[in-house]
């Protein structure tokens, strides 16, 4: 069983920036796609970026703020996010494919407020 721990979320400013941290309980060097997905308050979740074989992928939205990567002697992935907008807001999701399974972290809230 793989578990993958967020952290890194909180309130910031308009304008501000966060990392967040996604924690692997295994290698992730192992995993075929790895990413950050979020959810705002009564809107689905959606994907922000992900890793598949070694390649970044961002959602339109990200518009170069945001960049998407990882520590492999860590196991850990990471979500840095410059110039967040209140739209920003939202719980971020760590997903990670291992195979066939799917794994989600338990998310950690975001919130850009003045």
């Known amino acids: 069983q793989v578990q993958l721990v967020e952290s890194g979320g909180g309130l910031v400013q308009p304008g501000g920036s966060l990392r967040l941290s996604c924690a692997s309980s295994?290698?992730?060097?192992?995993?075929?796609?790895m990413g950050w997905y979020r959810q705002g308050r009564g809107k689905e979740r959606e994907l922000v970026a992900q890793i598949i074989n070694g390649i970044r992928n961002y959602a339109d939205f990200v518009a170069g703020r945001f960049i998407v990567s990882r520590d492999i002697a860590l196991n850990t992935q990471y979500l840095q996010m410059n110039v967040l907008e209140p739209e920003d807001t939202a719980v971020y999701y760590c997903?990670?494919?291992?195979?066939?399974?799917?794994?989600w972290g338990q998310g950690t809230q975001v919130t850009v407020s003045s």
């Open positions: 997903h990670a494919r291992l195979g066939e399974q799917e794994y």
């Open positions: 295994r290698n992730i060097d192992g995993f075929s796609v």
